[in-house]
């Protein structure tokens, strides 16, 4: 990576045209090493990976637990709502079905509904594992792994690939932090979780699906990145991350913003934009921890998706034009949606963290918009406790 006095004039003047609309401030020699990767070598270079490695490092999850057991602030408000949730008691009950549907927006819905509330609950057993050293929380984070693992034999219908895509990150990142941080989980029962994830979920979401909007191939991808870390599966992790880089689909960093931050569903709804934003943001920062830069892709477009999906929630106006998709073809309206206009979603913590704190960018319309998201809890579409995990963590 070039250090600060390695910026080139040219370079500074891109820096200084992607900070004007959208007010870009840089703070130190951070800021601008957003355009390089992290690792130089292409990503289908041969390496090692690291673990726990996808959204949460070993500092992260040691810096956690001290700030909750220092009860420090905005840790330990965070950590009180993830503690009075359902998802967080040991008496949860799991409802793991040998067959899951789920049709457009979730009709019919036949075990689909069960299998994202179960994956959020056994990332959340593993978080309490951590903080609390406590055994049972490890073994219930298990116990709802291997109920899945055991009993999921298909998952069909038109939204298939989406609910993998939105539920798999959960069980992944929960497996990651067991199997790297708890010896109880025996051998035999990881190897079916494994089944599992190659022969159930990878077969369903390996192709992706470009041609919808882009949020699914964001989700696929979060969740494929995922599986190929967990399985030490170059292959498949260097799969989606070309894709999420820049592959022919809405989904991709290539096509899902336009310079501006105008994102391919803007003209959708907000609801879906910030899918997009969400699932991206994850996949961005699972790629960061095994040492590349989704997040600083296309002179930090991601960045510029956030500020102008935050500015417009607050009620500004942004410029807006109708979005070409990567097949040439006008998709939505001449105009911005308003529809969830002024509705935030739990995702602004998660890349708030990186652009902010990490490298020194000043994000004022995503700052605002964590007032309105905060405290970031439970969720099902997008990774739960965001604020826990990611506020005002040191840079790493």
Known sequence: MKSYDAITKTEKQIAKNISGKFRFKFNGSRALMFHFKRNDKHPLAKRTFIHPGMLHSSS?????????????EPW?????ELRESPAAQRSYKMAPQNHVARGPYNKPDIGATAFMKD???????ALQWIVLDDPTYAEKAIEIINGWSQALDSITM???????????????????????????????????????????WYPVIQDFQPSYNGNWDAAIGQTMLCIGIYLDRHD????????????N????IAYYFMPNGQCQESGRDQFHTQMGLGFLSAAAEIAWKQGFNLYGAYNNRLAAGYEYTAQYLSGAEVPYVQYTNYKGEKVFGPEISPKGRGK????????????????GLEMPHTKEALKNSRIEGLGQSHMSWSTLMNAAYPPE
């Open 119 to 125: 994956g959020a609950a056994a990332y959340t057993m």
């Open 249 to 252: 689909s809405n989904g991709s």
């Open 158 to 200: 038109g939204d298939r690939k989406l609910l993998i895509g939105m539920a798999g990150i959960h069980y992944l990142n929960a497996a990651e932090i067991i199997k790297h941080t708890y010896k109880g989980w025996p051998e035999k029962e990881q190897k079916v979780f494994e089944s599992m994830i190659l022969n159930i």
């Open 236 to 247: 498949i992790f260097d799969r989606a991350y070309e894709h999420l880089l820049k592959g």
């Open 344 to 359: 935030y979603s739990p995702i602004y913590e998660r890349a708030y963290h990186h652009f902010h704190d990490r490298m």
């Open 76 to 80: 330990i408000s965070a950590w009180n």
């Open 60 to 72: 992260e999850l040691n810096f956690l637990k001290e700030k909750v057991n220092a009860k420090t």
